[in-house]
């Protein structure tokens, strides 16, 4: 696989630390750096990682490369440790990799690399998917919540979090995001899909016809109501008294339309749909005010 291809990213996310010749002792750029030198992390909490995912992500990575690199600490001359990044790197090992980006911690700065980070998510050259990495970083590298990410770069919690949810699409969509073959619209409109294949057909029509953000909202609004109609017609059949009171008593709650699911083994979920980004932080103080 060619160097271009492997590492996806190009030279607008290695630019987020471009700084970082001076800054030897907190945060170095993207390099690649071989498989056979990195070594897992012994105080990983996460020892378990689902197989068939593992493969997907494989899958992707040999197509289109690795979108997010994973993030190094250099422990000796010709070894590194995963500080984040162990899902990425066993299914790079799959996709049969022999190198892989990564950002090399040749410290252990916090700091300087909160600082590099945080200055750089203020770069009006920086494309979505860029930014949602470097919120990632930070929550992963130095542990950061929503909330102290808000504090520290200035945006919103909600705002922070859409950014963060871009992360979850396929990679082909995240890279034709940073690619500008869609907008940030349209991303944050597929999202709202939550089976990956049709996020993807929905993706290609967009690359394929030109659809406008407007256009790909009502395709995904009707998807969905589609599927809660087909849900709620399931549900009412399964437990139709119950369902209905509950339902009843979330969207008091919430003043919201309320998606209620359960399967015949128990299992389901409570879906609280929210209209804008001031919509869900009017849910999450609801939630808070309920604790």
Do not use: C, W
Request: charge should be positive; glycine fraction near 6%; proline fraction near 2%.
């Amino acid at each position: 696989m060619a160097m271009g291809k492997r590492n996806a990213l190009g030279r607008g996310l290695g630019a987020l630390i471009d700084d970082a010749e001076k800054m030897q002792q907190g945060a170095a750029g993207i390099s690649e750096v071989d498989l056979e030198k990195i070594e897992a992390n012994p105080f990983q909490p996460r020892t378990k990682f689902d197989a068939e995912a593992l493969e997907e992500l494989a899958a992707s990575i040999r197509e289109i490369g690795l979108i997010q690199p994973i993030t190094l600490r250099k422990i000796d001359a010709d070894k590194y440790q995963i500080i984040a990044g162990e899902r990425r790197f066993k299914a790079a090992q799959l996709a049969g990799l022999k190198s892989i980006p990564a950002y090399v911690r040749k410290a252990k700065d916090d700091s300087m690399l909160e600082m590099a980070l945080v200055e750089n998510i203020q770069r009006e050259d920086l494309d979505a998917i860029e930014i949602a990495v470097s919120y990632q970083r930070l929550m992963e590298e130095l542990q950061f919540t929503q909330e102290e990410m808000s504090s520290r770069v200035g945006k919103k919690r909600s705002t922070i979090a859409n950014y963060l949810r871009l992360l979850k699409l396929p990679a082909i969509i995240q890279k034709g995001l940073r690619e500008k073959l869609i907008s940030m619209g349209h991303a944050r409109a597929i999202i709202n899909i939550d089976d990956t294949e049709t996020q993807t057909m929905i993706y290609n029509q967009i690359i394929k016809y030109g659809f406008s953000v407007r256009r790909v909202e009502e395709i995904v609004r009707d998807l969905n109501t589609e599927g809660e109609e087909k849900t709620e017609k399931q549900n009412r059949e399964r437990f139709p008294k119950e369902y209905q009171t509950l339902k009843k008593q979330l969207a008091s709650i919430f003043s919201s339309r309320i998606g209620f699911s359960m399967n015949e083994k128990g299992k389901g979920k409570i879906v609280i749909p929210f209209k804008s980004a001031e919509d869900l932080d009017r849910i999450v103080k609801i939630i808070e005010n309920q604790k």
